[in-house]
């Protein structure tokens, strides 16, 4: 690590004695040195200013902290809240995104809709193509109580996965149904943080009179049944041909609405558990939405709104103008509809506008001041705890009559010249920061908040079954009393943080810096084979280019080639195309220009052990017991290539208690690229590994 200089290293009395000692050599006929001397007053004047510079430039606060940081390509993480979801069972109606559920007093709001009345998932079956295994729905089911092997135990194509409703299901809006998959094999599978190529190709279908008619998935959160998540459903329109349903299939359906996943094409690694389904699962965030601001298109001369300060909240519509500003829309109408709200726009067919909708509560706070067009404007806000991706400030123009502009929130104004509409909100503090006219405007008019909502950020984060309310405004909305409708969370609620320390932004910022994400080295390319998203890796090695020659003997030295060996519940594991475009993929994005990347399957070389044994007395369990730990010795990870030493296995005979002596050991082998060593070893290909086929062995009591 470099030294870090000290630059305020020197006091104002040696500053100025080192300045006096220089006039003779720089001034010879100079030769009053005392203080009441003109000159020597500028002198201890200039050093005073020194001494003052070199303090202030030995200081590190923390706006140059966070400008280090930024130079160094991060920022601090902002306050985010806790999400979770809740199931909403029972009742009636609909919920707009945005409801209000409660936690004791901290709030929570619905990400999505919520249809309370539709058809209810009851259950279903499971079809591997030879065996129907039913299955029930319901609170166990949500509470994670169930483990349904949906495609069987070894998927193949053809498998199908039925789920029964109790009704018809809602034609206009999404059907979500939310999966829980088991994930704790022994090898981990690595999450999606970049997008999977889908291992198999799922079929989504519902039942009509016609048969079976493919739907449109909207959202596959889970990667084809890979991980925890979202499925959104959609029926795909009239135009889609409908498959007539097999007569032997009718009676086992029976009444209610079907639908079903149908095993296209490809390979699982692992067969897909589901251990939760539900589909009254909704997704919700740790937060109060005080104001909303959203650009929506202007279509027949109305706006759609979806969200609940949209139906119940104040309004006000803006038109975007030809000069890039927003004007007001003083006619615009509210019409809440079983269709949802729509605002009407009299005199407008097309066209943008701005929607502003905030709580009846919020109106005054809204107003955050009068700018007076004076540099470093400051303004604080009544709320803590601020959402930085949800503020928005709408500023009206001086010099432009009912003119609005939004202004665009920026870490800092290093980067703002005097015309452009930049702002700072300070979190921590809760204050709203403008420009000095050089570097950001300032405003000069009335200053609007157009969105804000606030959270709790960690103390959001509530355990499961915590939520469990929703807030008496919904339940009048809806008609219900609070025990006809059922609320909770499954899971705990998580991802709620503070605004990150700047100590721990260089304590992460250090991480991220030590983490290579580029494929140089043989270990490079290994390392990022094991962790490419979506995949489960048992064990993979990068082959030296040394170990393989061209025919002529000459090396592809810039073909690195690795040995891939993806976890499954076979024996003999191997690389499906899913697998390798996956690979290669994200390989591709991470080696050095000119470097070409190849994958190889692993070559299971099968060994036979046959043992003659002599025993120690009164060990009438010798021949398990050195069964096994012939068996533990091939099944502990074994590495690419490595040979099957004659010496190891039989010393790890030889030192069982059970074992006086051996009298004979063999080690056959079948695969191919095989040797064989001068000891009896046998040596393995670049891309091999030793499975025990069997292992037999006569054992006799010693005399």
Request: net charge negative; charged share 25%.
């Amino acid at each position: 690590m470099l030294p870090i200089p000290i630059l305020d290293d020197e006091r104002f009395q040696e500053i100025s004695e080192q300045a006096r000692s220089m006039i003779p050599r720089l001034a010879p006929d100079w030769t009053d040195f005392n203080h009441h001397d003109p000159g020597i007053t500028f002198l201890e004047l200039f050093a005073f200013l020194k001494e003052s510079q070199q303090y202030h430039l030995d200081q590190i606060g923390p706006r140059n902290q966070q400008k280090y940081l930024k130079l160094l390509g991060t920022a601090r993480q902002r306050r985010a809240p806790a999400r979770t979801g809740v199931i909403l069972s029972g009742g009636r109606g609909t919920l707009p995104a945005g409801a209000r559920l409660l936690a004791g007093e901290i709030p929570f709001e619905t990400l999505r809709p919520a249809a309370l009345s539709r058809g209810k998932l009851t259950g279903g079956f499971t079809w591997d193509g030879a065996r129907r295994c039913p299955f029930s729905a319901g609170a166990d089911a949500a509470a994670g109580k169930v483990r349904l092997e949906v495609f069987g135990r070894t998927p193949r194509p053809g498998a199908a996965w039925y789920l029964r409703f109790d009704g018809p299901m809602d034609q206009s809006a999404p059907l979500y149904l939310h999966l829980w998959v088991y994930q704790d094999w022994p090898t981990r599978r690595n999450p999606p943080e970049e997008e999977v190529i889908p291992l198999t190709r799922l079929v989504w279908e519902e039942l009509g009179p016609e048969g079976w008619r493919p739907m449109e998935v909207l959202l596959d959160g889970t990667c084809g049944l890979l991980f925890s998540g979202d499925v959104a459903l959609s029926p795909a329109g009239e135009d889609q041909p409908a498959s007539a349903m097999a007569e032997e299939d009718r009676p086992l359906l029976g009444d209610g609405a079907w639908l079903r996943v149908r095993l296209v094409h490809g390979a699982y690694d692992v067969p897909p558990v589901i251990v939760g389904l539900s589909d009254e699962f909704i997704p919700a965030v740790q937060r109060e939405t005080l104001a909303a601001c959203a650009r929506r298109p202007v279509r027949d001369g109305a706006v759609s709104g979806g969200h609940l300060l949209d139906a119940d909240g104040e309004y006000q519509l803006y038109l975007a103008g030809p000069d890039g500003f927003w004007r007001p829309a003083p006619h615009a109408v509210r019409e809440n509809g079983p269709e949802g709200v729509r605002f009407a726009l009299p005199g407008v067919e097309e066209g943008e506008a701005l929607l502003l909708t905030w709580r009846p509560g919020f109106a005054r706070s809204r107003r955050l001041a009068l700018g007076d067009g004076f540099p470093h404007q400051s303004y604080e806000l009544e709320q803590k705890g601020q959402i930085c991706d949800s503020f928005q400030l709408l500023v009206a123009e001086p010099d432009r009559p009912d003119a609005w502009s939004l202004w665009e929130r920026v870490e800092d104004f290093d980067a703002s010249s005097p015309e452009d509409r930049h702002y700072i909100l300070d979190e921590e503090a809760g204050t709203v920061a403008f420009g000095d006219c050089i570097h950001g405007l300032a405003p000069e008019g009335e200053i609007l908040i157009a969105g804000q909502a606030v959270t709790l950020g960690s103390g959001g984060n509530v355990k499961a079954g915590r939520v469990d309310a929703l807030h008496p405004e919904e339940l009048l909305r809806l008609g219900l009393a609070p025990e006809e409708l059922r609320v909770w969370n499954p899971d705990d609620a998580s991802g709620g943080r503070e605004r990150e320390p700047l100590e721990e932004g260089f304590r992460r910022c250090q991480r991220l810096l030590r983490r290579t994400d580029r494929a140089v080295t043989y270990d490079d390319f290994e390392r990022l084979t094991r962790q490419t998203p979506g995949l489960m890796i048992s064990n993979c090695k990068a082959v030296p280019v040394t170990q393989l020659p061209r025919q002529d003997g000459s090396l592809e030295e810039n073909c690195v080639t690795v040995v891939v060996e993806p976890y499954s519940l076979e024996q003999e594991r191997t690389l499906t195309p899913a697998y390798r475009a996956n690979i290669l993929r994200y390989l591709d994005d991470r080696r050095m220009l000119g470097t070409r990347v190849s994958l190889l399957a692993p070559e299971y070389v099968r060994i036979t052990v046959y043992a003659e044994i002599l025993s120690q007395p009164h060990y009438v369990d010798a021949k398990a017991r050195i069964q096994a730990a012939v068996a533990a010795f091939f099944r502990s990870g074994w590495e690419f290539g490595a040979p099957v030493r004659y010496s190891a296995l039989y010393g790890i005979i030889d030192t069982l208690d059970c074992v006086h002596g051996i009298e004979s050991l063999t080690i056959d082998a079948q695969g191919k690229g095989i040797t064989r060593g001068t000891n009896g070893d046998v040596i393995l290909p670049h891309n091999g590994l030793a499975v025990l086929k069997s292992a037999s062995c006569q054992v006799r009591p010693a005399e």
